[in-house]
């Protein structure tokens, strides 16, 4: 299933005189909308391809139909999505989930949709068929050799793809850690992991970065052996230049300010990524903005402030990555949906005059600071968004067409009913 071009221009026709009426308002009021509507048009979101099926949770999983059955269909679903809204210009994926069986043809059939592959993901959280050693006592942090040697091998597999398919990143998230008080020597837990890591980081091509993304809980519950940006941090300056810090919305404990957290680690040079998702408990994988969209604003308010103090360019320094799947949704559609959200808060986060807010806080007038922020956060972005698209040849409602286009039923007959994509 694709969508055709002249589809596209079809809709945006129909669209066309209100969506002028309303991006000539928002305009009107921004002084340098070129220079925005350039970033927004460059800034690209990974879309992980574990998210294109329904996710599930240990008590059930409900597909919905129409699911990619292959490595081939995630591009596919990939493709259109970046068709829809020219912004999910990558895909990121998970092995042994998505092994490429010919790399070669995977990275040429990627490239037809002019899509790129962003981080490679490991995995030593599951054990897979045939597989030596159990990770049921963590990966590298293992008391035993040998369990730490099969984690280590299986990273530099993943690695060796990414190489193939011309990805430039190793995501290395651990389930490692322990359940219950005594289990762990944390200390030598710790040293174990980062041998390991070493190791792993002494395979990365020259190119190539590591993102240590972090995680406060689950599916450990007493200690996460990369339990938060600390830790993280600790091990990313232990291994070296290559090594960074991954930074996923629902991996903290509640409350905790992200937002201080990416300006910090963007101070020390040490923020590496993003996996952009919402959750009002944690890790609920949930679209992004559709719980705490203020806190993303604030988020994207210090992203961009301190890659401009250092100057970093906003499209390719990072890495942006979505990492969310659920229950309710059509994948494809809440996929539509994050990616939105992330360019609305994008391009708020442009919005915000910088000068005024620093004199703000020089004056300590926290309530001049609040104005400045909160009235940015209320200021409506769709117009902005919605011009970035068309000028990048995309649709100006992206999700009203993929619903009048019926892609989810094309796909249910091209698929079947019953398919359950490849993932958590
Ligand atoms: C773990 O919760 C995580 O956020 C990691 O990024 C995994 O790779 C991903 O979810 C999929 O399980
Ligand atoms: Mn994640
Ligand atoms: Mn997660």
Not at 197 to 214: R, T
Not at 229 to 248: C, E, I, N, R
């Amino acid at each position: 299933m694709q969508i055709e071009k002249y589809k596209i221009d079809e809709h945006n026709q129909s669209m066309l005189k209100e969506h002028r009426r309303r991006f000539d308002f928002i305009a009107a009021g921004v002084s340098d909308a070129e220079a925005i509507l350039k970033k927004l048009i460059d800034f690209q979101v990974a879309i992980p391809s574990w998210a294109l099926g329904t996710g599930g949770t240990r008590f059930g999983r409900f597909s919905g139909g129409g699911e990619p059955r292959s490595l081939e269909e995630k591009i596919e679903d990939v493709g259109l999505l970046h068709a829809l809204n020219r912004s999910s210009g990558a895909i990121s994926l998970h092995i042994p989930w998505d092994i490429p069986g010919n790399p070669a043809a995977i990275k040429a059939l990627a490239a037809q949709f002019g899509l790129r592959f962003d981080a490679m993901n490991s995995n030593t959280f599951q054990d897979q068929p045939g597989q030596q050693y159990t990770y049921k006592y963590g990966s590298l942090q293992n008391v035993k050799k040998e369990v730490r040697r099969q984690a280590i091998d299986h990273n530099i597999e993943v690695i060796n793809y990414g190489k193939q398919l011309g990805s430039d990143s190793l995501t290395v998230w651990l389930s490692d850690g322990s359940c219950f008080p005594g289990q762990l020597n944390f200390r030598q837990a710790f040293q174990h992991t980062l041998e390991g890591l070493q190791e792993i980081y002494a395979a990365l091509p020259g190119n190539w970065k590591m993102f240590v993304e972090y995680k406060a809980f689950e599916p450990n519950f007493y200690s996460m052996t990369v339990g938060d940006w600390g830790q993280s941090l600790l091990y990313a300056s232990k291994l070296g230049p290559k090594a960074y810090t991954l930074v996923d919305l629902g991996h903290h404990l509640p409350n905790a300010n992200i937002e201080q957290i990416v300006a910090l680690l963007l101070m020390e040079g040490k923020l590496g990524g993003f996996h952009f998702n919402d959750s009002k408990y944690g890790d609920d994988d949930l679209t992004v903005g559709s719980i705490k969209p203020y806190q993303l604003f604030l988020i994207f308010n210090e992203l961009v402030e301190g890659m401009d103090a250092r100057g970093m360019d906003h499209a390719r320094d990072l890495g942006w990555m979505i990492d969310a799947s659920h229950n309710v949704k059509d994948p494809l559609e809440d996929l539509l949906q994050s990616v939105e959200a992330i360019m609305l808060t994008y391009a708020q986060a442009l919005l915000i005059d910088r000068k005024k807010l620093v004199a703000t806080q020089l004056a300590n007038d926290a309530v001049a600071a609040q104005e400045i922020l909160q009235n940015t956060f209320r200021t409506d972005t769709r117009a902005l968004v919605a011009e970035a698209r068309l000028r990048a040849g995309a649709a100006l409602d992206p999700l009203a067409l993929y619903r009048n286009e019926r892609v989810r039923e094309h796909l249910v007959k091209e698929r079947g009913a019953g398919t359950v994509a490849t993932g958590l």
